[in-house]
């Protein structure tokens, strides 16, 4: 049996801003999984990812 200590239950969600040449302007998206920040950042130094659980097309949405 494994329990968290803390907050509980409680879902806790992250807040990401980005902003730069790279970047659309005020886009906002309901929900982003943090597992898409490696290709985000993969993405602005321009390599290529290991396959990974990322969302591409949640990704791109951010990107000019």
């Known amino acids: 049996l494994v329990r968290s200590r803390g907050l509980g239950d409680v879902y ?14 005020n886009v906002e998206l309901p929900v982003m999984a943090n597992v898409n920040l490696y290709l985000i950042i993969a993405r602005l130094l321009d ?18």
């Open 12 to 25: 806790k969600r992250q807040i990401f801003y980005a902003a730069g040449p790279s970047f659309k302007q």
């Open 47 to 64: 390599l290529q990812p290991a396959p990974n659980d990322g969302d591409s097309v949640v990704v791109s949405t951010l990107f000019r």
